[in-house]
């Protein structure tokens, strides 16, 4: 499910007989879907959810396998697999210059986990639970969570999980770092959607950049590099007009009027 209203848009997994397990289609409508927020100028913030009591138990191996059974090789089966891959999903989301919010509502596993931590925020409901789950399956951690997981809570809190597949609870999430804050489950949505609003108060332009210079600066060589970058888009936003307003409003006590330049 796909809705925009009043500048933010949200995006629901909706297959919860499944736990929301992917599908090829469910990968293209979510892809559509993050297309058309990228060309929308009046969505400022995004949210992924799942319906039900499941984020999203990763892919749904059956219907990969019904996709790729006539396959003759490696190669043409990766073809076939490509329009539809978890990875392409998330180099646009992560790509996106706009914020992106996930409320997790339920379990996450597999490449739901790749798209949980793909956000930038993750707030998790006390129903959430979280799973590697590829190493069960005798694969290697995949769509993005060898990179993302470390980063999150570290190598060694990453590696204890993927070795044992343990599940963790949503208390266990929050003290390990993994999500920013958990919520009783009925307070998810409402939570993710004032986080949402707060980000009105901060040019698009600005938030944009600053996206960019956090996840810039997580993998920067040295503070100088990084600080010198800073420099650049604090020029470039301080001449926009967006920049000026947030300083007028800021003055004069009153909500800004942003125009995206």
Do not use: W
Not at 185 to 197: K, N, Q, S
Request: proline share 6%; with cysteine; hydrophobic share 45%.
């Amino acid at each position: 499910m796909f809705e925009k209203k009043d500048g933010i848009a949200v995006i629901t997994l909706n297959r919860p007989e499944r736990l929301n397990a992917l599908t090829p289609a469910m990968r293209v409508e979510m892809r559509h879907a993050l297309e058309d927020m990228v060309a929308d100028d009046q969505v400022r913030v995004v949210i992924l959810t799942g319906a039900g009591r499941g984020f999203c138990a990763g892919a749904d191996v059956t219907t990969v396998a019904e996709r790729t059974e006539m396959a003759d090789d490696e190669p043409q089966r990766a073809r076939l697999l490509q329009p539809v891959a978890t990875p392409r999903l998330l180099a646009i989301i992560r790509g996106l210059t706009k914020p992106t919010i996930c409320a997790l509502n339920g379990v996450a596993a597999g490449a739901g986990t790749g798209l949980a931590l793909t956000c930038d925020i993750l707030i998790a409901s006390e129903q959430a639970r979280f799973r590697v789950a590829f190493t069960r399956m005798g694969l290697p951690p995949a769509d993005g969570l060898s990179y993302l997981l470390p980063r999150r809570i570290g190598t060694h809190r990453a590696l204890e999980l993927v070795y044992t597949n343990e599940v963790i609870d949503a208390a266990e999430m929050e003290r390990i770092g993994l999500v920013n804050r958990v919520v009783p489950h009925d307070d998810l949505m409402p939570v993710a959607m004032e986080t949402a609003r707060k980000m009105f108060q901060i040019p698009p332009l600005t938030l944009a950049l600053a996206k960019q210079c956090i996840y810039r600066g997580a993998a920067a060589p040295d503070i100088e590099t990084q600080m010198l970058f800073e420099s650049l888009v604090g020029g470039t936003l301080g001449r926009t007009e967006d920049q000026k307003e947030a300083q007028r409003s800021f003055i004069e006590k009153r909500e800004p009027d942003y125009r995206g330049r």
